[in-house]
């Protein structure tokens, strides 16, 4: 049986398959006709290679069109050949599809690893930094606490920015491979990344734009460092006006 409505004998099965021989993908391992739906299994798929196409049969004389009326068995047969030859080669363009976007992600993750730790390490330093401000450590040298908080807000943006330039690669290969069967993350675990779950990678239309509303919360790296000090910078200035003064050291 194939599919639900698809009825083939063990003895036709073996005749479509010595009749599609040649037209068979090189890397066909395996065809698992224990369920209802035939699968075929493949050597690994290295997504170099060049995608699986299915190809063209109507000029086998063992397989081209013939009509019911000329013959009714042989005219079965053609017909389920044909749907059995694309169940091989739609189930190799997903495998291939996967291993495709797996190569792709290799080729252009790059240094985001470090890149990604260099703005983990300049954003824990400004976190540090904007706490300090709350100490009363911090009052006693005002200006030298806020210097560093800007120098550090200032590394973070740098950082984030560079993250950025390599996330927007990624996302465009995510972009590539919409329609591969692994997901964002599963693929860049299988390209070697399982950390990249972690990753700001927004979506690749989102990098460049001038204005991200409020309300977006799926935007770059840089637009969430600028939303971050933006906060930092409104609260010192409001400490400063409540306070009336800035204190001094002494």
């Not at 993908?25 to 395996?30: D, E, G, S």
């Not at 792709?104 to 976190?127: F, I, N, S």
């Not at 943006?157 to 993350?185: K, S």
């Not at 906060?231 to 003064?245: E, F, I, Y």
Request: charged share 25%.
């Amino acid at each position: 049986m194939f599919g639900s409505t698809l009825r083939i004998s063990p003895a036709q099965l073996q005749e479509i398959f010595t009749r599609l021989q040649p037209y068979l993908p090189t890397n066909l391992t395996k065809v698992d006709t224990s369920s209802n739906w035939l699968q075929f299994e493949f050597a690994p798929f290295t997504g170099r290679e060049q995608e699986p196409v299915e190809p063209a049969v109507h000029t086998d004389p063992k397989l081209s069109y013939i009509s019911e009326s000329e013959d009714p068995a042989e005219h079965q047969l053609r017909e389920m050949a044909t749907t059995v030859l694309a169940r091989v080669y739609e189930q190799a363009r997903g495998q291939w599809r996967d291993a495709a976007y797996v190569a792709a992600l290799k080729d252009m993750v790059r240094d985001a690893p470090a890149l990604w730790r260099t703005y983990q390490d300049e954003a824990r330093a400004l976190e540090a930094a904007y706490d300090y401000l709350r100490t009363p450590g911090a009052a006693k040298e005002w200006p030298s606490a806020l210097s560093r908080l800007v120098d550090a807000q200032d590394r973070t943006r740098a950082a984030a920015r560079a993250f950025d330039q390599q996330a927007e690669e990624i996302a465009r290969v995510h972009d590539t491979y919409l329609y591969a069967d692994l997901g964002h993350d599963a693929a860049l675990k299988a390209a070697g990344y399982p950390e990249a779950k972690d990753w700001a990678i927004a979506p690749s239309d989102s990098y460049g734009q001038n204005y991200y509303s409020d309300f977006m919360s799926d935007v770059p790296l840089q637009e969430r460092v600028r939303r971050l000090t933006e906060q930092q910078d409104a609260h010192v200035t409001k400490v400063g006006r409540l306070s009336g003064t800035a204190p001094q050291a002494g």
